[in-house]
């Protein structure tokens, strides 16, 4: 088993729960993908930033996209550039290797220092792309045909993999990773989490913006809850917007920047005049644009 001389606690910016510390370092430790599902919001992204910073490495980001295929994450070919200098260029085009590029994966593996590989949102491409990179995952090492070389590891990276539960992942490749699901902050650890962001908010400012923001979010139907980061983004609007914490508790000002959905936007508003409260938004359009 390989030994993790430094342990993942979280770092100044990124407070992680013990839970999930111990997931981290248990899958460093046994060498296997880390797998986080979350709401959005929740830090799964930046949760790799942290874990490379905490631990002091190189940070990869992998981002997938629907297109995406599994060898992209070990190398490309460029095929299109080695007929280009054929026809039009100066250079010497025998040698293919001038034309192998490594992807992230590829770069992952070569490096001299153990990275933190993060390979971001994997249920957006195909249903077989998580399967296809089994293999390589577990060997850790990749054949490129054309030049007849093998690419293998000189250090295991730690690789973090996201998912936003879009698509159901293979059983096969969920039985090789360490799972964690991020759940979403109560309010205490959210108070944490602004406070890391904002050291000098005022407490009343954040006490009533977090009943507000959990508020908001008890709201059945909606479409997209608002996250860590558009709370983030409210306070910020609320400092800027130099407002009281007792107009927060009565107008929710800014709602815009909480809800970016229409629906949403108005399920709100009529939950507000349904209870019969003295809250209103003024100027709605203005709110919308934030």
């Not at 590989?117 to 089994?134: H, Q, S, V």
């Not at 860590?228 to 920047?257: C, M, N, R």
Request: charged share 25%; with cysteine.
């Amino acid at each position: 088993m390989p030994k993790v001389h430094t342990l993942f606690s979280g770092t100044d910016d990124y407070i992680a729960s013990e839970d999930l510390q111990n997931s981290v370092n248990i899958a460093a430790a046994l060498g296997r993908p880390l797998l986080i599902k979350g709401e959005p919001g929740t830090g799964k992204t930046m949760l790799a930033r942290s874990i490379a910073k905490g631990l002091n490495k190189k940070l990869l980001i992998w981002n997938i996209k629907s297109t995406t295929k599994a060898k992209d994450g070990l190398y490309i070919y460029d095929t299109v550039q080695r007929l280009y200098d054929s026809q039009f260029g100066d250079h010497d085009v025998s040698d293919i290797r001038h034309y192998i590029k490594l992807g992230k994966l590829g770069e992952a593996f070569i490096s001299p220092e153990q990275v933190v590989l993060l390979i971001d949102e994997i249920d957006k491409a195909d249903i077989e792309f998580p399967n296809d990179l089994l293999w390589e995952l577990d060997i850790m090492s990749f054949d490129i045909p054309e030049t007849g070389e093998t690419i293998t590891a000189k250090h295991r990276p730690i690789v973090v993999i996201t998912s936003n539960a879009e698509k159901e992942l293979p059983d096969a490749f969920l039985r090789r990773c360490i799972f964690h699901y991020i759940e979403f902050p109560d309010e205490k650890m959210m108070s944490t989490i602004v406070n890391v962001h904002y050291p000098d908010l005022e407490k009343r400012l954040l006490d009533e913006a977090l009943k507000a923001f959990y508020w908001v979010r008890s709201i059945n139907g909606l479409q997209k809850k608002p996250s860590t980061s558009e709370l983030l983004d409210w306070v910020q609007a609320l400092t800027v917007g130099g407002i009281s914490p007792e107009k927060i508790a009565k107008e929710l000002p800014f709602l815009g920047v909480l809800l970016k959905k229409d629906r949403d936007f108005n399920a709100v508003l009529q939950r507000l005049h349904s209870q019969g409260t003295q809250k209103r938004t003024s100027a709605p359009g203005f709110m919308r644009n934030w």
